[in-house]
């Protein structure tokens, strides 16, 4: 098959994928807040240098109260309670030889030869390891942070610098993943200025330094790490092992496929020293395993191949977290992404699974089912599993086959089977991801909180479905964090605090992790959010204390049905009443636009005159719009009595009564003609046809008539003296903006 078979392939699976899931639309968040309305009413706060940009690394120091920032020529110390102030800047710029070196070999002196600090870890109590691109000469640093709390230090001795290779990458592009394990660093990084040799490297520390084999495809093809965690076997730190996810070209695909991307986990045992005749300096104990995140289909799977970030949620068994990861889809045509939850006990069955082999005639990878040597490759030398004490005793065909086999055979599925959440069309892509777990009055929950590429974090809760371990993803909130619509490159959480700190290419952003004001002012809003953080206290949505003995407090994240918890505080029955005016054969606009953007807006209709209510008519001439209904072509009959009511969750909650009285053509001339010949009037409450009179233009007459929102009730007017009608006096309407008159009319009557 031809490169144009290949491609016509491809283009043909991605058009399934866009079939299978082409049904699905987007997750509509409960609340949308714009950058604006986070700054002026929810706390949202940001922080920037002055000619300075890529904020990617972020270091969350809960004991000093400080947030550390690696940015271009910069390493900042943020405050936690608020990262606009008390903060301190370092100066990081690379030498000036430097930079000219990495301008004579092509790159640009503007854009590419700076210092981009790539990553931030704690070292000891006053230190902090920094590393960075040092103009594509990676350089790392260890940044004196100091130990008092009240006045933080921030500096750096520059004769004692450390080689930033196979710690940060050369290129400002490309991402580092590191963890810091005691005073080894395990990090996956292209290690050569071109940015081919990618490599699984260990150094810092008093052992050897190790990397994976080098220019092995079987290995590593042209890897993209994404995270690196320690986590722990068992009581026994001898088996403790380092676990890598990263995305690379497939080299167990078909050829026709072309270029196959796919994500996968790694793992290495941290005692591993590597072999004593074959592998030497290199990792003995090297696996790789498949990350699989897709949606079954009729058709085939739909899979996300592109794994874009990872989160290691800890449980109350250290040895078995849950890893919440998101990813988006390879094919250009249509776009989506997903979060899948992983469980680690699945992670380590794959690797106790069959290996991947090649053979046959045609090449094909199976499940190997000769011999494997002993001990079995991937396992940590120690005494759980074996009498060996080192990696360099491991016999020579453990070495040989551990060198030629490290892809597994089986796959690493998330929980249930399925993605979490998913978002197919929405126009932005998940960049990262961060959760929190939560204790609410039902039970635990995890709160994510995801990155995208267009500046918004998005809120989502997993809520148990069904049978266990089965979970659905609820969109909570969208929030639109960088008013410039920068893509979000890190996340970090202080659950001390409350706080969540988002990085960008602009800047760097706080906000609090919950806003229980903002879901609304009855009992029904606040159970109908779903939010774990926020419960109805009897007069407001608010914080929820698990300690808090008060008992009526009410939440219920499971199923969110108010029908039960707020029976005595729901919305009144009787609202006030609004006055709407139109003109028959024309058109008029009733406003009702529902808190929440999950909410179905429903219509009932009471005739004037009548005492029984229908639902508004499905007719053309009655268009449900996002902002309300639009009467179009009025008629006598349609003035009477409407009613605007959320239906959310299978709970209705009234929320505005309009009433609507049609004119003739012949009435609003009138009316117009009266108000153009009434004298003026002491200041006062105006009429009801005041306001009507004001949506005619002067000369059209009925026929210029547009909308009327509901005036507001009048208030009291305090005495004031009289005044002489002024010309170009402006009279406010209700509804529309105020404009100034002209001519007779802009006398009072």
Same mark, same amino acid.
């Given at each position: 098959m031809g490169r144009a078979g290949a491609a016509a392939m491809i283009l043909g699976l991605a058009v399934l994928w866009a079939a299978a899931l082409g049904s699905a639309t987007p997750s509509r968040p409960r609340l949308r807040l714009s950058f604006p309305e986070l700054q002026a009413r929810h706390g949202l706060r940001t922080f920037r240098l002055e000619r300075a940009c890529c904020y990617e690394a972020l270091l969350v120091d809960e004991e000093r109260g400080r947030l550390f920032v690696g940015a271009e020529n910069h390493v900042t110390s943020l405050s936690l309670d608020n990262i606009s102030k008390r903060a301190k800047k370092l100066a990081w710029p690379a030498p000036v030889e430097w930079r000219e070196e990495c301008n004579w070999a092509g790159k640009d002196i503007g854009t590419e030869c700076m210092n981009f600090v790539k990553l931030l870890h704690a070292y000891n109590r006053t230190h902090v390891l920094a590393c960075g691109t040092g103009a594509f000469h990676p350089t790392c640093a260890f940044v004196e942070v100091g130990q008092q709390l009240e006045e933080p230090r921030l500096s750096i001795d520059l004769r004692k610098l450390e080689d930033g290779k196979g710690k940060s990458p050369y290129d400002p592009r490309h991402r580092a993943a590191s963890v810091l #394990? @005691?005073?080894?660093? *395990?990090?996956? #990084? /292209?290690?050569?200025?071109?940015?081919r040799d990618f490599t699984i490297f260990r150094s810092l520390g008093q052992r050897p330094s190790l990397r994976t084999? %080098?220019?092995? &495809?079987r290995w590593l093809n042209e890897p993209k790490f994404i995270k690196v965690f320690w986590i722990p076997e068992n009581d026994n730190p001898e088996d403790d092992k380092i676990y890598f996810f990263f995305r690379e070209l497939a080299v167990e695909s078909s050829p026709a496929l072309g270029r196959l991307s796919v994500s996968r986990v790694g793992q290495i045992c941290r005692n591993d020293v590597g072999g004593q005749r074959s592998l030497v300096n290199k990792w003995t104990t090297f696996l790789k395993a498949r990350l699989v995140c897709s949606v079954p289909g009729v058709e085939g799977d739909t899979h996300f191949d592109q794994l874009q970030d990872v989160f290691l949620l800890s449980s109350r068994d250290r040895w078995t977290p849950l890893l919440y990861a998101v990813f988006s889809t390879s094919s250009g045509i249509f776009q989506s992404?997903? #979060?899948?939850? *992983?469980?680690?006990?699945?992670?380590? $069955?794959?690797?106790? @699974? %069959?290996?991947a082999h090649k053979e046959g005639p045609m090449h094909q990878w199976v499940s190997y089912q000769g011999r494997v040597p002993y001990p079995r490759p991937g396992m940590c030398p120690s005494k759980t599993f074996g009498t060996f004490s080192s990696t360099k005793d491991f016999p020579d065909d453990v070495i040989q086959f551990a060198r030629n086999h490290p892809l597994m055979y089986n796959s690493v599925l998330p929980i249930g089977g399925r993605p979490l959440f998913l978002q197919v069309g929405a126009g932005y892509t998940f960049t990262q991801i961060t959760v929190d777990r939560v204790a609410a009055a039902d039970g635990h929950y995890d709160v994510l909180f995801i990155g995208t590429d267009v500046g918004t974090v998005l809120k989502v809760i997993s809520v148990p479905k069904g049978e266990l371990p089965n979970s659905e993803g609820l969109l909570l909130e969208e929030l639109h964090v960088f008013e410039d619509s920068a893509a979000v490159t890190s996340m970090q959480i202080s659950s001390k605090r409350h706080q969540l700190y988002v990085a960008s290419r602009s800047g760097v952003a706080q906000i609090p992790l919950h806003r229980c004001a903002a879901h609304g002012r009855a009992c029904a809003e606040c159970c109908l959010a779903r939010d774990p953080y926020c419960a109805w206290d009897g007069a407001a949505c608010?914080?929820? !204390?698990?300690?808090?003995?008060? +008992?009526? $407090?009410? !939440?219920?994240? $499971?199923?969110?049905? %108010? &029908?039960?918890?707020?029976?005595?505080?729901?919305?009144?029955?009787?609202l006030p009443e609004g006055k709407v005016f139109g003109v028959e054969g024309g058109s008029t606009f009733l406003e009702c636009? %529902? $808190?929440?953007? !999950? /909410? +179905?807006v429903e219509w009932t209709f009471q005739p004037a005159g009548e005492a029984a209510s229908t639902k508004v008519p499905a007719e053309e001439r009655w268009e449900r719009t996002p902002g309300?209904?639009?009467?179009? @072509?009025l008629r006598r009959g349609d003035a009477? #009595? *409407?009613l605007c009511a959320a239906v959310e969750h299978g709970f209705s909650q009234p929320l505005r009564r309009l009433a609507l009285r049609v004119l003739s053509a012949a009435q609003a001339e009138r009316l117009a003609r009266a108000e153009l010949s009434a004298p003026a009037a002491p200041p006062g409450p105006k009429l009801w046809y005041r306001d009507f009179l004001q949506l005619v233009e002067p000369g059209g007459g009925a026929s210029s008539l547009r909308m009327c929102r509901p005036p507001p009730a009048p208030r009291p007017q305090p005495p004031q003296p009289p005044q002489l009608p002024r010309k170009g006096r402006q009279r406010r309407t209700h509804g529309l903006e105020p404009r100034a008159e002209r001519g007779p009319r802009s006398a009072h009557w």
């Open positions: #394990v @005691g005073e080894e660093l *395990y990090s996956g #990084v /292209a290690a050569d200025l071109m940015g084999e %080098p220019h092995d &495809s992404s997903a #979060v899948c939850v *992983y469980s680690m006990n699945d992670v380590r $069955r794959a690797f106790l @699974g %069959p290996f608010t914080r929820f !204390q698990p300690s808090s003995k008060r +008992r009526f $407090r009410r !939440q219920d994240v $499971r199923n969110g049905d %108010p &029908s039960t918890l707020c029976s005595g505080d729901s919305a009144p029955a009787v636009e %529902p $808190r929440s953007l !999950q /909410a +179905r309300g209904l639009l009467l179009r @072509g009477g #009595v *409407y």
